[in-house]
């Protein structure tokens, strides 16, 4: 395995469909590497399910990336990232790299008021990761959390502008805006989707924290500190491989909605094998 070569994939993992929101910051913000995705879409939703099991499924995927030969991995799922990135960090050997740390840290910079909010799965704000890590940058943070189980399935029904979606949103937050929070997590991999309808519900003034993004540029940082940023030479063959544990139809389809390739070359394999 080449490990340790620049010009090697970035290994990207979800449940499914929405870490693409992930792998679309790294492909905005390091256009020259590689990506290779997989998502579980045999064994989603992760958010509902225990530690034992997240951890266990991400370390079969980790392996599976392994043998694409990867460089590094970035676990794009909160709830994965929640409960296995301890875990599994350093698997291999290789860098590991969550979304809910970098997306802590930037929310904790972002307030001024010292009230953030977290809206994720029921796994991933049953873990508290966030609230323990911002309040870890700044023990005086005070982090109203909230567990949006509803907003999945319905960006994955594409009612991204829907006004029952705005409807559920605008109970999902209202606690949110009682509590005056001025920074808000968008913590799931789905949540970007809907960052206008949340905005709008959650008003100009409060800042919207995309752990998507913040991990493209954690990613960024941590290859150029370890040599790996690929210098990009390697320009013929198409950068992106994706791979699913269930070729259900409805991942090309969403894929092709948010990603302005064409997915249809998916792969399905048996996750179980690894
Ligand atoms: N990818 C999951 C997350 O970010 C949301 C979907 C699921 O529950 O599997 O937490």
Redesign the pocket.
């Known amino acids: 395995m080449d490990r340790g070569s620049a010009e090697a994939p970035i290994g990207v993992f979800?449940?499914?469909v929405?870490?693409l929101t992930v792998a679309r910051e790294i492909m905005r913000n390091l256009p020259a590497e590689h990506i290779v995705y997989f998502g579980d879409t045999a064994r989603?939703?992760?958010?509902s399910k225990s530690r034992e099991t997240i951890v266990m499924f991400s370390r079969q995927i980790i392996r599976f990336l392994q043998t694409q030969d990867v460089k590094a991995i970035v676990i794009a799922?909160?709830?994965a990232s929640a409960y296995a990135l301890d875990e599994v960090s350093r698997e291999g050997g290789l860098p590991v790299i969550g979304v809910v740390k970098p997306g802590a840290r930037v929310a904790a910079e972002a307030t001024k008021n010292g009230r953030v909010g977290v809206i994720?799965?029921q796994g991933?704000v049953g873990s508290h990761i966030y609230r323990d890590l911002i309040q870890k940058n700044d023990p005086r943070i005070t982090v109203i959390e909230k567990a949006c189980p509803l907003f999945?399935p319905l960006v994955e029904e594409r009612w991204i502008h829907d006004p029952i979606t705005r409807q559920v949103a605008e109970r999902y937050l209202a606690e949110m805006k009682s509590q005056q929070v001025d920074t808000l997590v968008l913590g799931?991999?789905?949540y970007p989707l809907l960052r206008s309808m949340i905005g709008e519900v959650m008003g100009s003034s409060v800042t919207l924290v995309n752990p998507a993004y913040e991990a493209a540029q954690e990613l960024k940082r941590l290859l150029e500190r370890e040599g790996l940023a690929n210098p990009g030479t390697d320009e013929k063959e198409f950068p992106y491989r994706f791979f699913v544990s269930d070729l259900a139809e409805n991942f090309k389809e969403f894929a092709n909605s948010i990603l302005p390739y064409d997915v249809g070359m998916t792969q399905k394999i048996d996750i179980e094998e690894y």
């Open positions: 979800d449940s499914g929405g870490g989603l939703p992760y958010g799922c909160n709830t994720g799965t991933t999945v799931c991999t789905h």
